[in-house]
């Protein structure tokens, strides 16, 4: 799969991302190995956000980015497991 240019820059995170590793017991490094194991990404329902496609612990996972543009981060928006898709 072709990922787009933003794919590989620095990340970023924000708070809700942070109390939601807390509350699914995941650390940064899982999350990051989430990402390099990506298996596509789609838009996500809000704009200018993209829903990533993962597994971690043998189950299916969505991580939520949003590249600024500006700043060329790519911060992560939140991390759920397939299971509790809003």
Known sequence: MNWPSWWEWELGFT???????EERDFSEIELR????SASKWVPARRPGRWLIH???AGHPWF?????DLDDKILMIVTAYPEEVRP
């Open 54 to 56: 993962t597994r971690h």
């Open 33 to 36: 190995t989430m990402l390099d």
């Open 63 to 67: 991580v939520v980015v949003e590249p």
């Open 15 to 21: 708070a809700h991302v942070e109390v939601r590793m």
